[in-house]
Every structure is written in C-alpha cells, then in structure tokens.
C-alpha cells in the first residue's frame, strides 16, 4: 500500500517535476490486474495518435527528449509497462509472459478515457526493444487496429548472408 500511495503522490505533481513535457496530463489506466502511470496528449480530429512503448526494465520518460519535435495536434500515449516505472506491479510471483504484454496493451488501447474508441485518426505503435517486439506482434494480431508501427532496436542482430554457390 505505501508504493501505491507514492505513485498518487507523484501523480498529482505537476509533469515537468516527474520528467514529463507540461504538455502531456498524466495519468493513470486501470488494466484487469494492474494500473499503469501514463502520459496522454489527445490528437486533434483526423491526426494520428503515437503510442510510445519502452524496453526491459526503462520507463515513459525514455521519450521525453521527442515529444517537443512531435507535431503538437498529434496525439500522444506514453506508459510504463506493469512492474516498471510508477506502473503496480502485478500480484504474487507474476513472472510477466511475453504474452501478457499484447493483452496490457490491448487494454490501454481500449482504454475509453484515451478517446480511441471514437478516433477517427491513425494509431502508430512506436516501441523500443520490448516495445517494438510488442508492437510488432500486436499489429501482426490486430492488423485492423493499427495503421503503422516504428520499431527500434528490436529486431536483434542482422545476419549477413551471402548466396555465394
């Protein structure tokens, strides 16, 4: 109880004392068994919203450094994965299936306080490392849903093979 009370805590402060862009309202989404710390900029009609997802064991404020290049009528979504940053962490001995990531996911793009639901405009899935395989397989899974997605450094190694006979 005293980690949840600290992450209210820190939640009401202002955003540029958590590291965040004052033009982003933080926030918190309740998925089924956690509540992910997010940062949410609503698009203007029509413009594409970003979904940010960070890496193993880094957090939302790995994109900071982007948000002032971003054009201001996108819509912005940048949240801590559960266990990490100011996310709960799941209950118990939860050992965090790859898995688990496409439904955490799956929930805060459903989420009905982020305005998806009625948005008429592209979703970009923009992920690093973990986030990037994330996006990848959700977009393989919901193609429906997503309109693009930017991976960085999440592919692994490029293997150079030659077709020398």
């Known amino acids: 109880m005293q980690l949840n009370a600290a992450l209210s805590a820190l939640l009401t402060q202002a955003p540029e004392s958590l590291g965040l862009c004052s033009e982003l309202t933080v926030t918190h989404i309740p998925l089924n ?14 413009s594409p919203t970003l979904v940010f997802m960070h890496g ?18 996108m819509g912005l979504i940048l949240f801590d994965w559960p266990g990490h ?7 118990g001995d939860y050992y965090y299936p790859f898995f688990d990531y496409l439904d955490d ?21 923009v992920g690093h ?9 959700y977009a393989a899974s919901f193609p429906d849903r997503i309109d693009a997605i930017v991976s960085i450094e999440a592919l692994g190694r490029w293997l150079n093979l030659s077709c020398n006979h």
């Open 33 to 46: 068994d956690a509540k992910v710390a997010a940062a949410v900029r609503p698009p203007a009609h029509g």
């Open 129 to 137: 490392s973990l986030g990037g395989l994330v996006a990848s397989c």
């Open 85 to 91: 940053g100011l996310s709960d962490h799941k209950l």
């Open 105 to 125: 996911l799956h929930q805060v793009l459903n989420d009905s306080r982020l305005l998806l639901s009625g948005h008429v405009g592209p979703v970009v899935l």
């Open 56 to 73: 193993w064991q880094d957090n939302l404020a790995s994109f900071h450094s982007l948000i002032p290049l971003l054009p201001q009528n």
